[in-house]
């Protein structure tokens, strides 16, 4: 990240100032979005809660699918729910997904599309690619 030595600097509390400034800065500028476009700024706010609850969900499944045997449960565990729950909330992460991707109007038109999901296929293809490379 650009200026990183910057945004990671800490106070004598261990807290992050500069970089809860940014924080606060690009929040500000986003907000200001809704100003000018409302879409835009719905776009936004969809597009933030469906990252949101992937980065919660991507964990869940693959504990839920590939760690399902390899697991070894901490203090705190769900039992013999635990797989049930993990794919309850895999599926919750899908169908949220899918309703914050859907217009906020309607009829549809070009001035309430969501753009939503072909942000989310341009995150994710930059995501991987970058992971890749």
């Known amino acids: 990240m650009p200026f990183s030595s910057v945004w990671h600097e800490v106070n004598r509390q261990e807290v992050p100032v500069n970089a809860v400034w940014m924080s606060t800065f690009i929040s500000f500028c986003m907000a200001l979005t809704s100003l000018g476009s409302l879409v835009a700024f ?52 899908i169908t949220i997904s899918v309703l914050f991707s859907l217009p906020a109007a309607y009829p549809i038109d070009t001035e309430n599309l969501n753009h939503t999901p072909v942000a989310v296929g341009g995150l994710l293809i930059l995501t991987v690619s970058s992971w890749i490379l």
Do not use: D, H, K, Q
């Not at 919660?56 to 049930?84: K, W």
């Open 42 to 93: 719905e776009a936004m706010v969809s597009l933030a809660t469906i990252g949101l609850y992937i980065a919660y969900a991507l964990p869940i499944f693959f504990r839920v699918t590939l760690a399902r045997n390899s697991y070894i449960p901490g203090p705190f565990n769900l039992g013999r729910y635990g797989i049930l729950v993990g794919w309850i909330a895999v599926l919750w992460v």
